[in-house]
């Protein structure tokens, strides 16, 4: 089972990526501007090992001892993984799309999300 250490490593891995991801797609396809469609981005994470994840399991406990919250469907889940400084909806979606897949990498299925502002 993953102790706490081990999920904000994972969580960690997962914001590097999506910064990185993130950065990649303002730079290259808007050029550093800030400009496009507003919105928001987010990670959702269902399952660990095939198991759904559940607050009151031993890795439900964990990943709200590293800091992943909730939301309203009971899903975990980590909103604007990048922390790219920008409104762009693309870009930020970039971002959680490369946080759900250093997720998956560790047996989770995770999601990434998105809606416009």
């Known amino acids: 089972m993953l102790t706490v250490e081990q999920i904000q490593e994972v969580v960690q891995e997962a914001r590097d990526a ?5 950065n990649h797609r303002h730079r290259t396809v808007y050029g550093g501007v800030d400009q496009g469609a507003c919105g928001f981005a987010w990670v959702n994470i269902y399952k660990y090992a095939g198991q ?22 009971r899903a975990f889940q980590i ?3 990048s922390g790219y400084p920008v409104q762009n909806v693309d870009v930020l979606e970039a971002g959680a799309e490369a946080a ?6 560790h047996g989770f299925v995770a999601y990434a999300g998105s809606r416009l502002d």
Request: glycine share 8%; charged share 20%; hydrophobic share 40%.
């Open 79 to 81: 909103w604007n993984p």
């Open 18 to 22: 999506a910064y990185a991801a993130a």
């Open 100 to 105: 759900a897949k250093v997720f998956e990498q």
């Open 52 to 73: 759904p994840i559940k607050g009151n399991t031993r890795v439900g406990r964990a990943m709200k001892a590293a800091g992943i919250r909730q939301d309203y469907t």
